[in-house]
């Protein structure tokens, strides 16, 4: 209820909390009328400015001076009303009303002129600069097309005040007039520093982006064009302001041949066809609009169906015609009002343009300029560039024994320094020998996540002789410690690698007969070290015992039982509560918080993994009670990420994202640069995905990779694009899939991924390649797959791609090369066997050939079914595994299909009663199958051979079959048939 002062001033701060649109424009204004029952005139004025703060960003300019009117009559009556906030929001809104005069062709010209006149005497009156209203002149006569370059250089060529629009903004407006000028190289000049965030605002760089699409595809600068397109479209889809640029991103689908794309944005827009309150951005949004559908057109496509204004439907010829009356009217009103043809010639010469490609430009999402840099750390950050190795290295030092995430950057830096060509190692006392150092950036390496077992185990092993020869004998030991747990396969590591060094292997054998002896006499050893005051002995100690730690997890809790429904509840923890205890213990009496918390955390995780939630959840308060009393608030960064690893592995989503969310504002309020929030960040798309929300997903996936940018982690910023691309297909959106896996294999950090990944990466573009049926493309990328696997001890990757590869060539029409495909495969089969690939390919390869290529093709096909067969034979021969419950099922019904493409269906039913036999010997496991045979049978009898009666008794007693054997979805399929045959009989 709005019935006190008190309720209205709550109700209008929830209010400037909400994102700017129709909402929010709506209790605006309700919140006005309520503020007007109370005889208070600071409340009216709050309620008035906030209400035109959101028809400035609604779209609805033409209501503004209206408003404004009542502010400024408001404030002559009340000046005592306005505080300092509400002085400056009325006097910057003078430029508001500029800005909606001139975007409303109803008003004339001398109005917005007087306008002008009114904004000049005011500020002069009121002391402040006429920069913004010589800008504001500009912008008229930049839509007149009178007197442009005089304008431009009274606005331009003065001082910034403290009315003018913030500098990014300003940038903008400065690039887009020599773009007019057909300038591009001076515009994109102009626009640098806010595409690489020197200058940036609510609005920038999105909106920029928009207007620098076109200049970039006209530079040349194809990739940057494509990744402002995908980047700039995420921020204005929806936005009822950003009609403009909503229209500037159809343009682009028009001129590089992505029409579907454009489609997919108008549909996504569709309330901006209903939305009237700003007439020039929705001119330039019909603009882009008819730029789009026009090429629609063009190319044979006007019987379309396309998204157009609501309560009518659509094609693109005839929206294209509602389209282009109306855009010629309300330019030609713009003009009348103007007296020039400027905003009509703008507009024509949009409408000109023409593709700018032969083929369809592929988008992506790689970010061509370096992201803006996070804010300030509150805590300690990097040295500068002048400090010297020795002190970048004693602080590297210093924030390593804190945990802080700027020690990974400036150990990097200090690497990058120390590998340079001509580099001096310095005589410091302080800082060491060389070798020292090299030593620390060995374990510094050893210390990133996500690498190989092998890279993991060849930094320890270097740092351990280096240390061992500089006389660092506690810090050997250390590492020789870690590389003696490291699991034998890769683990997946996806928060802070301090809290759970190294991992944990498969297999509970491996973990009981595990270096138990080799670590209890490395504890020994350094234990002495200790107490010969050696260097580090203390952090190394720390070291073993973790190593320690973690080994008596792997013993309590083996890696092989770590998955979701594995009944782990109840395990006995006492080897990992001892050896956490220890380390916990010594981290007390050394006064190390950070190892303390980490050791809070590997026995939370032990604690969760065996069903003890809340020791877990204990476990985790005392490390953030630890961590607010040493006070390294970094730290929580982690702690939250491993909650929220936690609450996804239980299924506990809302839980797992809360804690997600609550990790990324920590890493905000720290300025964290690191790596740690970028995976915190990707835990939150994985939450999106286990919920099936995979827009949100997507989202967080994109944001993951914009934060590794900021961290400089170019593989790891690739390999959530990569993700991003699995996550759309997963959707159904193969289009966008496709551009943003292809974008992905060009950038940078492609190359530095492991080639596993890259593999990966290619592989899930292939996929989605065929499955937007361009199988030539799909083809080209699994053979890309196909070499990158040639090499890997694993062959029957390379077995399975290859078949792939085969069946694309074969589906893009490429019949020599897929017939040299498929003998490359089944030589990889020979040498590597894959029989479920190999099997498959050969089946897809006949129906394929029967499906396209008909009779003429039959001793080809029916040749696969052959070599299909044979390999089934092998692979019994040789003991080999075949995913398929019954070979002999799957060939019989998959030659039957074939024999069916090949007008064959007597044989074809003789083969599928062969099918169904074999299902049936199968067992229950062969009973869906069976009924798919059966279903397929039907279809030859009642379709093919004209034997109907027979048709309806094979499924009357398949359907009682099914619902005996309690497959009521098989039954209802069946069902369905046997209804649609006995329509036809």
């Known amino acids: 209820m709005l019935d006190t002062i008190d309720a209205v001033r709550a109700a209008l701060r929830a209010n400037d909390e909400q994102p700017h649109g129709r909402q929010r424009t709506v209790t605006a204004e309700e919140l006005v009328d309520a503020a007007e029952q109370f005889d208070e005139p600071e409340l009216l004025a709050y309620a008035l400015l906030d209400l035109m703060e959101a028809y400035e960003n609604d779209a609805e300019r033409r209501k503004l001076p209206v408003v404004f009117a009542r502010i400024v009559t408001l404030r002559k009556k009340h000046p005592d009303a306005f505080d300092g906030w509400a002085q400056r929001a009325t006097d910057w809104r003078y430029k508001w009303v500029a800005h909606a005069l001139r975007s409303v062709p109803d008003v004339p010209l001398e109005a917005v002129r007087r306008w002008h006149g009114e904004l ?96 970039l595809l006209r530079s040349g600068r194809v990739d940057d064009a494509r990744s402002f397109h995908l980047t700039g479209y995420r921020w204005a889809r929806g936005r009822s302001r950003a009609a403009e640029e909503i229209g500037l991103h159809l343009e682009f689908c028009a001129l590089t041949g992505n029409e579907p794309r454009g489609l997919e944005i108008l549909a996504d827009n569709r309330d901006l066809f209903g939305q009237h309150g700003d007439p020039l951005a929705r001119l330039h949004f019909l603009t882009g609009a008819q730029q789009l559908l026009a090429r629609l057109a063009a190319t044979g496509h006007g019987d379309l169906p396309v998204a157009g204004p609501p309560g009518a439907s659509w094609t693109v010829d005839a929206l294209l015609a509602e389209l282009r009356t109306e855009g010629d009217a309300l330019a030609a009103r713009f003009d009348e009002r103007g007296g020039t043809t400027a905003v009509g010639d703008a507009r024509r010469e949009r409408l000109a343009r023409t593709p700018l490609f032969a083929e369809p430009l592929a988008l992506g999402l790689r970010a061509a300029t370096p992201a803006p840099a996070p804010a300030a750390a509150a805590q300690p950050a990097a040295p500068a560039g002048s400090e010297s190795v020795a002190e970048l290295v004693v602080r590297a030092r210093e924030l390593h024994d804190l945990r802080h995430p700027e020690a990974v950057a400036l150990w990097r830096r200090i690497e990058a320094l120390a590998t340079a060509d001509g580099y001096r190692h310095p005589d410091d006392p302080e800082l060491g020998p060389l070798d020292l150092l090299r030593a620390e950036l060995a374990e510094q390496r050893a210390r990133r996540d996500g690498l190989p077992d092998r890279e993991l185990a060849a930094h320890l092993t270097e740092a351990a002789e280096l240390y061992q020869q500089v006389g660092r004998v506690a810090q050997a030991i250390g590492c020789r410690a870690l590389a003696l747990v490291l699991p034998e396969q890769d683990a997946d590591a996806d ?76 395990r006995d923890l006492t080897r990992t509560e001892a050896a956490i205890a220890r380390l916990c213990e010594e981290a007390v009496r050394q006064d190390d918080a950070p190892t303390e918390v980490n050791a809070h955390q590997l026995l939370a995780r032990a604690h969760f993994l065996t069903g003890r939630k809340e020791a877990a959840v204990e476990l985790i308060e005392r490390a953030e009670r630890r961590i607010e009393a040493a006070e390294i608030p970094w730290k929580l960064v982690a702690v939250h990420g491993w909650q929220g690893e936690f609450a996804l592995q239980q299924e506990e989503f809302g839980r797992a994202e809360e804690l997600a969310q609550r990790g990324l504002k920590v890493a905000a309020q720290y300025g964290d640069r690191s790596a740690v929030p970028a995976r915190v960040q990707m835990l939150l798309a994985r939450v999106h995905l286990a919920r ?207 024999l069916v493409g090949l007008g064959r269906p007597e044989e074809a039913l003789a083969e599928m009663e062969l099918a169904i036999a074999a299902f049936g010997a199968l067992g229950p496991e062969g009973n869906l199958a069976r009924a798919e045979s059966i279903r397929y049978a039907a279809l030859i009898e009642g379709n093919r051979l004209d034997r109907t009666q027979d048709a309806l008794t094979r499924l009357e007693a398949a359907i009682a079959w099914c619902r005996e054997i309690g497959e009521p979805q098989a039954a209802e399929v069946l069902d369905d048939l046997r209804t649609h045959l006995r329509r036809q009989h």
Request: aromatic share 6%.
């Open 120 to 215: 000049r005497e005011y500020y002069r009156t009121a002391g402040h600069d006429l920069q913004p209203y010589y800008g504001e002149q500009y912008h008229l006569a930049a839509l007149t097309g009178q007197d442009v370059e005089q304008a431009f250089d009274l606005w331009a060529g003065r001082r910034r005040s403290s009315f003018s629009d913030c500098q990014a903004c300003e940038l903008r407006a400065q690039a887009r007039h020599f773009v007019r000028l057909g300038d591009d190289r001076r515009a994109l000049g102009v626009w640098q520093s806010v595409f690489d965030g020197r200058h940036s605002c609510a609005e920038e760089p999105h909106v920029s982006r928009a207007h620098a699409l076109l200049p």
């Open 495 to 570: 928060t802070d690698t301090d809290a759970d060094t190294g991992g944990e292997t498969d297999g509970e054998t491996d973990a009981v007969t595990g270096p138990t002896a080799e670590l209890d006499a490395y504890e020994q050893q350094v234990r002495e070290l200790v107490e010969a005051e050696a260097p580090r002995a203390g952090d190394a100690l720390l070291t073993v015992l973790h190593a320690k730690a973690v080994f008596a997890i792997r013993q309590d809790v083996p890696e092989n039982h770590r998955r979701l429904g594995d009944d782990l509840d109840g």
């Open 692 to 898: 099936g929300e995979h827009e949100s997903a997507a989202r967080a996936f994109t944001e993951a990779a914009a934060r590794f940018d900021h961290a400089g982690e170019a593989d790891e910023a690739a390999s959530a694009r990569g993700r991003l691309g699995q996550t759309l297909a997963e959707t159904g959106r193969f289009a966008d899939a496709a551009a943003v896996l292809e974008a992905v294999r060009l950038e940078p950090g492609f190359a530095a991924l492991d080639v596993r990944e890259q593999a990966q990466i290619r592989l899930d573009l292939a996929r989605t390649l065929r499955e937007l049926d361009e199988h030539r493309a799909a083809a080209e990328e699994f053979l890309h797959v196909a070499d990158l696997a040639a090499g890997w001890e694993d062959g029957q990757v390379h077995t399975a791609v290859a078949c792939e590869a085969a069946v694309a060539l074969a589906r893009a029409g490429q019949w020599p090369a897929a017939d040299l495909a498929r003998q490359r495969a089944l030589d990889s089969h020979r040498a590597a066997p894959h029989a479920d690939a190999a099997f498959d390919m050969l089946l897809r390869l006949a129906r394929v050939t029967a499906d396209t290529r008909g009779p003429d093709a039959r001793d080809e096909a029916l040749a696969r079914l052959d070599e299909a067969a044979e390999v089934v034979e092998h692979a019994r021969r040789e003991g080999l595994e075949l995913g398929s419950g019954s070979p002999d099922g799957t060939l019989h019904d998959t030659r039957g299909r074939t």
